[in-house]
């Protein structure tokens, strides 16, 4: 019969242990950090949308682009709504004035050129 080999495998000693336990928790705070700064990203661009919808809404009663303006504020509407995960009232306040006065002008917009084609 033969014998059985003795393992090379050495017992980690309580220092590896430490060490392994702060890399993990580095990287931890790591991901916590990038989490973060994307969330904050994500809520920036919120704000934007929201109220690049309300400026945009706005601007369709005062210019007549064949209804661009009004679309574009419709578009970031939905978009400021659909981000708005944190239900910030000012934003989403924004957001829905905005998308009211793009639809409303869209609406007349494209009733006027039924009109004109007909």
Not at 70 to 99: F, H, M, P, Q
């Amino acid at each position: 019969m033969q014998k059985m080999k003795k393992s090379k495998v050495k017992p980690r000693s309580q220092r590896s242990i430490e060490m392994e336990e702060e890399n993990k928790r580095i990287i931890a705070e790591m991901e916590e950090k990038k989490q973060k700064k994307e969330n904050e990203k994500n809520y920036r661009f919120t704000i934007i949308a929201s109220f690049y919808s309300l400026i945009f809404g706005i601007f369709s009663w005062l210019m007549d682009w064949f209804g661009v303006i009004s679309l574009v504020s419709v578009i970031a509407g939905v978009i400021g709504l659909r981000l708005n995960k944190n239900n910030v009232r000012r934003e989403r306040i924004a957001a829905i004035i905005g998308i009211v006065f793009g639809g409303l002008r869209l609406a007349q917009q494209i009733i006027s050129y039924i009109g004109i084609l007909q």
